[in-house]
C-alpha cells in the first residue's frame, strides 16, 4: 500500500533560557514590519523552508491527523489561524450597554463597565418594621437610606420591608454590599426587561417580574387623538340633518364615552417628569423599530379613552435575615397603601403571621390585581368594535381589529410568564440550615390564589383574541357576501336585457327591404318578449333546478313533520284512553270490594 505524502519537516532550533518564544514575541498574530521582525527575533534568524508548490500543498493536506500534529510541534515559526467570519460586529442592532464576552453580573463595590452605573435619581425609600405587637415606619430619601443602613437593626423587628421607589446607583450598590446580593441578582436588576423568574441564592431570593397597569395616554397620543376629535365636527351637522335630536346625539356621545361603571373612571396621577419615561405596552415589547411603536401607540384601542398601559420592571429581594426589598422604577406608590394598610391592623394575616414569603405574595397580589382594569379597559374597547362591526362591517375594521390583537397578544405574554413565576415559589421548599428563605405553608396558598386570577386573565384574553379572528373573518365574509349580491343583481339585469338588446339591434340594422319595421311597436314586444324568457331561462336553468330541488325537499320535510306530529297526536290520543280505562276499572273493583 503506498504511503501517503508527508509535509517537510521544519528545522527545530532550541532556545536559550533568556530567549523570548515565538508566541510571546511583539507583533506575534500579525503583519510586522522588517524593523518589528528585526527586534523580535533577534540576531539569531530562522531560516524559513522553501516555497512549497500549490500541487505539493495540496497532496500534503492528506496526510493524517497525527503526521500534522507533529509537522505543527515541530515548527518554530508562527503558525496563523486564519478567521474567516462575516458577523456584523458594529450595528445599530447591538447593545450598546452590554460589551460582547464581558464578565456577567454587577458588583456593588466596583464600577463596572459596559453599564451605565451613573444611574442617579432622588428616591423615595419606605422602611416598615413590624412584630406582632410593633410596627414603626420610615421615610428617608438617598442620604438619610445610606444613613439609615449603617444603623443596627432592633431586636424586636421580626420582618422588615424596604420599599425603593426610582432606582438610583447609591441606594442599589448600597443595598447590595449591606446583604451580599448576587452580582448576577444586581445585572437583571439594572437591565429593565427580564421575564419573570425567582432565582434562589446562598442567603437571599432574588425575584422579578413586570408591572402592568392603565395609566393616562402619553402627550403624543392625546395630541394626535386632539386633533381627530376637531375634524369631528361636521357629525354635530349630519345629526341635526338625520334629525337627531340634541339630546338624542348626547346619548350618541355618551355610549363612546369612557365607562365610569367599570372602575375605571380613576386616572393615575403622574408626575410630568417621570411620565415622558413611562414604557407603554408597544415600547416595553415592540422591539427598536420606533417608528412601528409610535404608529402603534397612536392608533391603541385605549387611545380613544385617553388611556394607556404601562409596563415596567419589579425587583424583590428576600432575605435570610427576614427583610424584604423591592424595588420600583416609579409607581411603589400604587403598591405601598394597601400593604401599609394590613400592616398597621394587628388583625390581618400579613402582620399576624410576621413572615417574609407572605410580604412578598401581597406585593406579587397587588401587582396582578392591578392588571384588571387593564382587561376591562379592552373588554370595552372590544365590546364598542363588535357593536360596530355587527351593525355595519367596514373594510376598515380589520386594521383595527388587528391592532387590538396584536395589544392582547402582547398583553398575554407579558402576564403569562407570571404563573411559571408563582408555580417556582409555590414548589419552592426550605433549604437545609438557612433561616428566612421559605416559602410557608400559608404564603403558599394564598399565591394559588393570585395563580387563578392570573389564569382568569389569560383565559379571557384568549377569548377576546378569539372573538377578534371571528370578526376579522365575518367582515370578510360580510363584504364578499354583498359583493356577490351585487354581482348577481347586475348579472340577473345583463341577462334580462341581453335579448332584448340583440332584437333591438336586429330591427335596428340598415336593410333596405325589411318588412318588420312596417309595423307598430308592439310587434318587437311580439317578438322580444319570447326571446327573453327563453334565453333567460336557458342561462338561469342551473339556478332554476336548484330552486325547485330546494323546494321539494323543504316540501319533504314538512310533510315529513307534519306526519310525525299526527302519529304523535294518535299515540298520545291511545295513551290517554288506556289511562282512563285502567282508572274506570279500578274504580269499579273498589265498588264490588265494598
Avoid at 419573570?196 to 402627550?219: G, M, N, Q
Avoid at 402582547?410 to 426550605?430: A, E, F, Y
Avoid at 341581453?498 to 327591404?513: D, I, K, R, S
Wanted: glycine share 4%.
Amino acid at each position: 500500500m503506498p504511503k501517503s505524502p508527508t509535509m517537510p519537516k521544519s528545522p527545530t532550533v532550541a532556545l536559550s533560557p533568556t530567549e523570548v518564544p515565538p508566541a510571546a514575541r511583539p507583533g506575534f498574530g500579525r503583519s510586522a514590519t522588517a524593523e518589528e521582525a528585526m527586534d523580535s527575533f533577534g540576531e539569531e534568524m530562522v531560516e524559513i523552508p522553501p516555497y512549497t508548490p500549490v500541487a505539493d500543498r495540496r497532496n500534503a493536506r492528506s496526510t493524517s491527523i497525527s503526521a500534522t500534529i507533529r509537522s505543527n510541534a515541530s515548527s518554530d515559526y508562527p503558525r496563523h489561524r486564519m478567521r474567516r467570519t462575516n458577523t456584523v460586529r458594529k450595528s445599530e442592532y447591538n447593545n450598546h450597554r452590554e460589551a460582547v464576552g464581558a464578565e456577567p453580573g454587577l458588583s456593588p463595590h466596583e464600577i463596572p463597565s459596559g453599564i451605565d452605573t451613573e444611574l442617579h435619581a432622588d428616591c423615595q425609600v419606605t422602611v416598615m418594621d413590624f412584630s406582632h405587637d410593633r410596627v414603626e415606619q420610615f421615610e428617608h430619601n438617598n442620604e438619610q437610606f445610606l444613613d439609615f443602613l449603617k444603623e443596627k437593626r432592633p431586636g424586636w423587628v421580626k420582618c422588615r420591608w424596604i420599599n425603593i421607589n426610582r432606582l438610583s446607583w447609591d441606594v442599589i450598590s448600597a443595598v447590595g454590599a449591606k446583604w451580599n446580593l448576587h452580582r448576577l441578582a444586581l445585572e437583571d436588576l439594572l437591565s429593565l426587561n427580564n421575564s419573570p423568574k425567582s432565582d434562589w441564592y446562598t442567603d437571599h431570593c432574588f425575584i422579578v417580574l413586570p408591572f402592568i397597569r392603565l395609566v393616562k395616554a402619553p402627550e403624543h397620543v392625546l395630541d394626535h387623538h386632539e386633533m381627530q376629535n376637531r375634524s369631528q365636527g361636521w357629525r354635530s351637522l349630519l345629526y341635526r340633518m338625520m334629525g337627531i335630536s340634541k339630546k338624542e346625539e348626547q346619548k350618541l356621545m355618551e355610549m363612546r364615552d369612557y365607562n365610569a361603571e367599570l372602575g375605571l373612571e380613576r386616572e393615575v396621577e403622574i408626575d410630568t417628569k417621570m411620565h415622558d419615561k413611562i414604557k407603554t405596552l408597544q415600547s416595553y415589547t415592540g422591539g427598536p423599530n420606533l417608528e412601528r411603536i409610535m404608529y402603534m401607540e397612536k392608533h391603541s384601542s385605549l387611545a380613544p379613552k385617553g388611556m394607556a398601559v404601562s409596563v415596567e420592571q419589579v425587583a424583590i429581594f428576600m432575605t435570610s435575615d427576614g427583610t424584604i426589598i423591592s424595588f420600583f422604577e416609579f409607581s411603589a406608590d400604587d403598591i405601598e397603601p394597601p400593604i401599609q394598610a394590613r400592616l398597621a391592623s394587628p388583625h390581618t394575616v400579613l402582620r399576624s403571621l410576621c413572615d417574609p414569603s407572605m410580604v412578598v405574595q401581597a406585593i406579587i397580589d397587588a401587582i396582578v390585581d392591578l392588571a384588571f382594569p387593564v382587561l376591562r379597559a379592552y373588554q370595552d374597547s372590544f365590546g364598542e368594535l363588535e357593536l360596530s362591526v355587527l351593525t355595519d362591517p367596514d373594510i376598515s375594521h380589520t386594521s383595527m381589529l388587528y391592532i387590538l390583537t396584536s395589544e392582547l397578544s402582547l398583553l398575554r405574554n407579558t402576564l403569562h410568564p407570571i404563573i411559571g413565576l408563582i408555580s417556582q415559589l409555590k414548589v419552592h421548599r426550605k433549604v437545609t440550615g438557612i433561616d428566612g428563605m421559605e416559602i410557608s405553608g400559608v404564603a403558599r396558598t394564598y399565591f394559588g390564589d393570585v395563580e387563578d386570577h392570573c389564569h382568569m386573565m389569560i383565559s379571557n384574553l384568549d377569548t377576546m383574541k378569539r372573538a377578534c379572528d371571528d370578526l376579522i373573518d365575518l367582515i370578510f365574509n360580510t363584504v364578499g357576501t354583498l359583493q356577490n349580491e351585487s354581482m348577481k343583481q347586475l348579472t340577473l339585469v345583463t341577462v334580462f336585457f341581453m335579448p332584448l338588446t340583440f332584437v333591438a339591434g336586429y330591427f335596428g340594422m340598415n336593410f333596405e327591404t325589411f318588412a318588420g319595421i312596417k309595423h307598430s311597436d308592439a310587434y318587437f314586444w311580439y317578438i322580444a318578449t319570447p326571446v327573453a324568457i327563453f334565453t333567460s331561462a336557458w342561462l338561469l336553468r342551473d339556478f332554476i333546478v336548484r330552486k325547485l330541488v330546494k323546494f321539494a325537499k323543504k316540501r319533504d320535510i314538512r310533510m315529513a313533520k307534519q306526519k310525525r306530529r299526527k302519529a304523535e297526536a294518535t299515540l298520545r290520543t291511545f295513551l290517554e284512553g288506556r289511562t282512563d280505562s285502567r282508572h274506570g276499572s279500578g274504580s269499579d273493583s273498589r265498588r264490588e270490594l265494598i
